[in-house]
């Protein structure tokens, strides 16, 4: 028999499947906003800080980290509030976009893109750790890097297994501690150097001649780097008690907390280049080399980098764990997060991942954005608010999201559309701009644009009118 915490795991793991009544939700603004915030701020965010101090100008990227970040967020999130009013998560919803079975494959799809983030995680706890250890003298070999990465996997795995409960207390101890190493970040990269080392600095050669191209190139990284999350962006606002709080969580907790970190990054990197000559977005290097004593610092740093990646990595498991639940929901929870810290290691044996962030980044976005976009104009445009929970959870008798055994293809059709407009404008892998006109959009925005419109055109045809909208005689709600 299952003991009282395997229960409980079963029990928040089937909140991806079931409908969250309203005197089940958990959270109000404040807990939501942590533990999304806490998604979002790990270590990886310097990672991204640095890779855009190599595009821009501080100045621009303070703008476009902000700004680019939260007028994304602002507009592709707007369907959480169809995860609080429903109490589901939006891969419940996307069958109607893809149908029950092709929401399966866009999950596996999404995770196989996605979940590389976790890798960049453990690969910066790794590298983390071997710097501490080496401030007090202990050289670890290069075969304990991956080991490393691994641990900082399997203990984020461990908290996931544990349930919502255990991931609520770790952010509430987790955001505050992170907010008090970014903190310091800033206030030690701005007074190791002068002030205006870091306010007027600009990159040397970013490699490109034209300079509006880093500039959008950097929009485009900002564009990337909040859509990448719409994979788990319902996980925690399905549980939020009002719609408002569920959405400006969301908004806020991903695109202020994450851009504040993303800042501090650059902060780091550009006053780390200023004394040593080269870019670092490990904090612990930083510190120790602009800060003394390094020992003071070592063991408080210990704590905060290990606290960061391990959270971050137990929020992301117990989100993607259950979206795929969402999809396979005869699966088991636990197998589900071990299922995905077992591609995590993978990535950490590999070790390239944080090598190729910036194509890795641009080529999750490829897919991340027209998906983005069917949720949206499905939503708001072409089913109008209005779901049929019956035939979306498979109940006997109604079928409106079978389509063609299983799958839409008209959601698909316009999927593969979306990654053609990104790449018609823009390489990811060789950084080669195909039309400088369309990239003024930016990949991500163009292919978010473009597929809507698209969806949204072809809605309007009456026989794929009919296709898509076979729910509105089983409308209830």
């Known amino acids: 028999m299952k003991n009282n915490v395997n229960r409980e795991v079963e029990k928040e793991a089937i909140f991806g499947i079931i409908p969250i009544l309203q005197n089940e939700k958990l959270y109000g603004f404040l807990d939501a906003f942590l533990i999304l915030s806490g998604y979002c701020i790990a270590t990886w965010s310097y990672t991204q800080g640095s890779y855009l101090a190599t595009l821009v100008g501080f100045k621009q990227l303070l703008i476009g980290a902000f700004l680019g970040a939260i007028l994304m967020l ?45 890798a960049v995680c453990a690969e910066l706890f790794s590298s983390s750790m071997t710097n501490l250890a080496a ?18 996997v399997l203990i984020g795995t461990f908290i996931a297994y544990k349930g919502i ?15 008090s190493l970014g903190v310091m970040v800033v206030i030690v990269g701005f007074t190791s150097v002068p002030f205006d080392v870091i306010w007027n600095y600009k990159p040397e050669n970013t490699g490109y001649s034209n300079n509006i191209i880093p500039y959008i190139i950097s929009i485009e990284a900002n564009f990337a780097f909040v859509i990448t999350l719409i994979g788990g962006m319902s996980g925690v606002p399905r549980l939020t008690k009002k719609e ?61 980098v290990a606290f960061a990646n391990i959270g971050t990595q137990a929020v992301g498991s117990y989100l993607y764990g259950v979206m795929l639940k969402s999809s396979f929901k005869k699966m088991d929870y636990r197998v589900l997060i ?12 590999w070790g390239k991942i944080v090598e190729f962030f910036g194509s890795f980044l641009t080529v999750s976005a490829c ?4 998906v983005a976009a069917l949720l949206f104009v499905d939503f708001f445009f072409v089913r109008k608010q209005k779901i049929s929970l019956r035939s979306a959870f498979g109940m006997s008798g109604y079928n409106a999201y079978d389509y063609t055994r299983g799958i839409n293809w008209i959601g ?66």
């Open 74 to 118: 602002a507009i592709y999130q707007l369907p959480v509030i169809l995860s609080v009013r429903y109490g589901i998560d939006i891969w419940i919803w996307l069958r109607s976009v893809f149908g029950k079975r092709g929401v399966k494959v866009m999950t596996v799809v999404i995770i196989i893109i996605n979940f590389p983030w976790y």
């Open 135 to 152: 401030l007090f003298g202990i050289v670890f070999p290069d075969s304990l890097h991956a080991f490393l990465g691994i641990l900082c």
């Open 165 to 179: 409960g255990a991931i609520t207390w770790t952010t509430r101890v987790l955001v505050p501690l992170l907010l």
């Open 244 to 304: 408002n709080s569920g959405f400006w969580a969301g908004v806020l907790g991903q695109g202020l907390s994450g851009s504040l970190f993303v800042v501090m990054g650059a902060v780091m990197a550009i006053a780390m280049q200023y004394v040593t000559g080269k870019m670092v977005d490990d904090p612990t290097v930083m510190l120790a080399t602009l800060t003394v004593p390094a020992f003071a610092l070592a063991s408080l740093l210990l704590l905060l």
């Open 338 to 349: 071990m299922i995905l810290a077992l591609y995590v290691s993978i990535l950490c044996v």
């Open 367 to 370: 897919i991340y954005a027209p």
């Open 412 to 477: 698909f059709l316009c999927v593969a559309a979306g990654i053609f407009m990104s790449l018609l404008i823009y390489n990811p892998i060789t950084a080669e701009v195909h039309n400088i006109f369309l990239f003024y959009f930016t990949p991500t925005g163009f292919s978010f644009l473009g597929t809507g419109i698209l969806y949204y055109g072809l809605s309007r045809i009456p026989f794929i009118r009919r296709y898509l909208l076979r729910d509105r005689k089983e409308l209830t709600v």
